[in-house]
Protein backbone atom coordinates (compact mmCIF):
# COMPACT_ATOMS: atom_id res chain seq x y z
CA UNK A 1 0.00 0.00 0.00
CA UNK A 2 1.40 3.23 -1.24
CA UNK A 3 2.20 5.75 1.69
CA UNK A 4 0.47 9.36 1.87
CA UNK A 5 3.89 10.76 0.39
CA UNK A 6 4.04 8.30 -2.56
CA UNK A 7 0.23 8.75 -3.71
CA UNK A 8 0.47 12.40 -3.46
CA UNK A 9 3.34 12.80 -4.50
CA UNK A 10 6.57 14.38 -2.81
CA UNK A 11 5.66 18.32 -2.90
CA UNK A 12 1.45 17.82 -3.45
CA UNK A 13 -0.79 18.99 -0.92
CA UNK A 14 -3.32 16.16 0.62
CA UNK A 15 -6.85 17.04 -0.79
CA UNK A 16 -8.34 17.16 2.38
CA UNK A 17 -5.89 20.24 3.71
CA UNK A 18 -6.42 21.57 0.33
CA UNK A 19 -10.36 21.31 1.30
CA UNK A 20 -9.83 22.54 4.04
CA UNK A 21 -7.79 25.88 2.79
CA UNK A 22 -10.23 26.29 0.71
CA UNK A 23 -12.70 26.33 3.17
CA UNK A 24 -11.05 28.77 5.37
CA UNK A 25 -10.36 31.49 2.52
CA UNK A 26 -14.15 30.78 1.89
CA UNK A 27 -15.07 32.04 5.31
CA UNK A 28 -12.03 34.95 5.33
CA UNK A 29 -14.02 36.12 1.89
CA UNK A 30 -17.60 36.00 4.29
CA UNK A 31 -15.94 37.93 7.01
CA UNK A 32 -14.13 40.13 4.98
CA UNK A 33 -17.55 41.23 3.26
CA UNK A 34 -19.53 41.47 6.48
CA UNK A 35 -16.68 43.74 8.50
CA UNK A 36 -16.55 45.79 5.06
CA UNK A 37 -19.94 46.21 4.98
CA UNK A 38 -19.72 47.54 9.01
CA UNK A 39 -16.77 50.31 7.70
CA UNK A 40 -19.03 51.23 4.54
CA UNK A 41 -22.15 51.59 6.91
CA UNK A 42 -20.42 53.16 9.63
CA UNK A 43 -19.49 55.88 7.81
CA UNK A 44 -23.57 56.16 6.16
CA UNK A 45 -24.44 58.19 9.79
CA UNK A 46 -26.77 56.75 12.49
CA UNK A 47 -24.31 54.76 13.98
CA UNK A 48 -24.92 54.17 18.04
CA UNK A 49 -21.30 54.13 19.09
CA UNK A 50 -20.98 51.76 22.44
CA UNK A 51 -18.27 50.02 24.68
CA UNK A 52 -18.10 46.22 23.59
CA UNK A 53 -19.19 44.53 26.99
CA UNK A 54 -15.65 43.08 28.80
CA UNK A 55 -17.17 39.72 28.63
CA UNK A 56 -15.90 39.79 24.61
CA UNK A 57 -12.57 39.94 25.88
CA UNK A 58 -12.85 37.21 28.26
CA UNK A 59 -14.27 34.79 25.72
CA UNK A 60 -10.84 36.19 23.57
CA UNK A 61 -8.29 34.47 26.38
CA UNK A 62 -10.51 31.62 26.49
CA UNK A 63 -10.29 30.94 22.90
CA UNK A 64 -6.58 32.02 23.19
CA UNK A 65 -5.89 29.59 25.95
CA UNK A 66 -7.81 26.78 23.99
CA UNK A 67 -5.52 27.46 21.18
CA UNK A 68 -2.46 26.80 23.32
CA UNK A 69 -4.05 23.66 24.47
CA UNK A 70 -4.91 22.21 21.21
CA UNK A 71 -1.60 22.61 20.24
CA UNK A 72 -0.32 20.80 23.15
CA UNK A 73 -2.54 18.35 22.32
CA UNK A 74 -1.43 17.85 19.04
CA UNK A 75 2.73 17.78 20.83
CA UNK A 76 1.36 14.98 22.84
CA UNK A 77 -0.17 12.77 20.13
CA UNK A 78 3.28 13.26 18.02
CA UNK A 79 5.35 12.82 20.58
CA UNK A 80 3.22 9.50 21.59
CA UNK A 81 2.34 10.86 24.92
CA UNK A 82 -1.68 9.48 25.34
CA UNK A 83 -2.57 11.14 28.15
CA UNK A 84 -1.10 15.06 27.50
CA UNK A 85 -2.82 14.33 23.87
CA UNK A 86 -6.40 13.00 25.02
CA UNK A 87 -6.59 15.08 28.33
CA UNK A 88 -5.41 18.49 26.75
CA UNK A 89 -8.17 17.72 23.44
CA UNK A 90 -10.67 17.28 26.28
CA UNK A 91 -9.31 20.76 27.90
CA UNK A 92 -10.27 22.02 24.44
CA UNK A 93 -13.46 21.42 23.64
CA UNK A 94 -14.83 22.48 27.23
CA UNK A 95 -12.93 25.76 26.18
CA UNK A 96 -14.11 25.74 23.28
CA UNK A 97 -18.05 25.05 24.76
CA UNK A 98 -17.15 27.76 27.18
CA UNK A 99 -16.57 30.10 24.41
CA UNK A 100 -20.23 29.73 22.94
CA UNK A 101 -21.61 29.90 26.43
CA UNK A 102 -19.85 33.26 26.71
CA UNK A 103 -20.59 34.56 23.53
CA UNK A 104 -24.11 34.22 24.45
CA UNK A 105 -23.18 36.17 27.72
CA UNK A 106 -21.92 38.85 25.49
CA UNK A 107 -24.92 39.28 23.82
CA UNK A 108 -27.15 39.23 26.85
CA UNK A 109 -24.36 42.00 28.21
CA UNK A 110 -25.24 44.24 24.70
CA UNK A 111 -29.04 43.77 25.34
CA UNK A 112 -28.43 45.14 29.08
CA UNK A 113 -26.64 48.03 27.50
CA UNK A 114 -29.13 48.54 25.02
CA UNK A 115 -27.58 47.22 22.35
CA UNK A 116 -30.51 44.86 20.97
CA UNK A 117 -30.29 43.75 18.07
CA UNK A 118 -32.75 45.63 16.01
CA UNK A 119 -31.82 49.20 17.94
CA UNK A 120 -28.92 50.09 15.70
CA UNK A 121 -27.35 48.62 12.57
CA UNK A 122 -24.18 49.25 14.78
CA UNK A 123 -25.37 46.44 17.19
CA UNK A 124 -27.01 43.87 14.21
CA UNK A 125 -23.58 43.56 13.27
CA UNK A 126 -21.98 43.09 16.10
CA UNK A 127 -25.03 40.00 16.89
CA UNK A 128 -24.64 38.73 13.07
CA UNK A 129 -20.81 38.65 12.92
CA UNK A 130 -20.04 37.45 16.13
CA UNK A 131 -22.99 35.06 16.00
CA UNK A 132 -21.42 33.31 12.81
CA UNK A 133 -18.37 33.10 14.69
CA UNK A 134 -19.63 30.94 17.31
CA UNK A 135 -21.49 28.70 14.40
CA UNK A 136 -17.98 28.14 13.34
CA UNK A 137 -16.73 27.46 16.56
CA UNK A 138 -19.52 25.06 16.83
CA UNK A 139 -18.20 23.64 14.13
CA UNK A 140 -14.91 22.93 15.01
CA UNK A 141 -16.37 21.19 18.43
CA UNK A 142 -18.32 19.35 15.88
CA UNK A 143 -14.68 18.36 14.54
CA UNK A 144 -13.39 18.22 17.92
CA UNK A 145 -16.32 15.80 19.26
CA UNK A 146 -14.80 13.25 16.35
CA UNK A 147 -10.93 13.57 17.54
CA UNK A 148 -11.91 12.96 21.15
CA UNK A 149 -14.22 9.67 19.72
CA UNK A 150 -11.31 8.91 17.94
CA UNK A 151 -8.95 9.81 20.71
CA UNK A 152 -10.78 7.93 23.50
CA UNK A 153 -12.39 4.42 21.33
CA UNK A 154 -10.13 3.31 19.17
CA UNK A 155 -6.83 2.30 20.65
CA UNK A 156 -4.12 4.57 20.76
CA UNK A 157 -1.90 4.25 17.50
CA UNK A 158 -0.24 7.58 15.76
CA UNK A 159 -0.54 6.42 12.32
CA UNK A 160 -0.21 8.60 9.40
CA UNK A 161 -4.10 9.32 8.71
CA UNK A 162 -4.71 9.72 12.33
CA UNK A 163 -2.26 12.22 11.73
CA UNK A 164 -3.37 13.95 8.77
CA UNK A 165 -6.91 14.26 10.07
CA UNK A 166 -6.12 15.90 13.36
CA UNK A 167 -3.69 18.41 11.72
CA UNK A 168 -6.69 19.45 9.83
CA UNK A 169 -8.57 19.73 13.05
CA UNK A 170 -5.83 21.66 15.29
CA UNK A 171 -5.41 23.96 11.69
CA UNK A 172 -9.32 24.95 11.88
CA UNK A 173 -8.97 25.39 15.20
CA UNK A 174 -5.98 27.92 15.00
CA UNK A 175 -8.21 29.62 12.39
CA UNK A 176 -11.53 30.23 14.26
CA UNK A 177 -9.33 31.64 17.16
CA UNK A 178 -7.06 34.12 14.79
CA UNK A 179 -10.44 34.91 13.45
CA UNK A 180 -11.46 35.59 16.51
CA UNK A 181 -9.26 37.52 17.73
CA UNK A 182 -9.46 39.74 14.10
CA UNK A 183 -13.26 40.41 14.90
CA UNK A 184 -12.50 41.90 18.38
CA UNK A 185 -9.54 44.00 17.09
CA UNK A 186 -12.13 45.08 14.19
CA UNK A 187 -14.61 46.17 16.49
CA UNK A 188 -12.21 48.29 18.90
CA UNK A 189 -10.69 50.01 16.08
CA UNK A 190 -13.81 50.41 14.57
CA UNK A 191 -15.96 51.89 18.15
CA UNK A 192 -18.46 49.74 18.84
Not at 61 to 77: D, E, M, N, R
Amino acid sequence: MATAAEEYGQNKIHPHKLALWVGIGSIIMMFAGFTSAYVVRRAAGNWLEFKLPDIFFVNSVVILLSSVTIHFAYKGFLQRKEWQYKGLLLVTFFLGMTFVVLQYQGWQALNNIGATFTVNPSSSFIYVISGLHAAHVLGGAAALTVALTHAFILPFKPTLRRKQRFELVVQYWHFVDILWVYLVIFFMLNGS
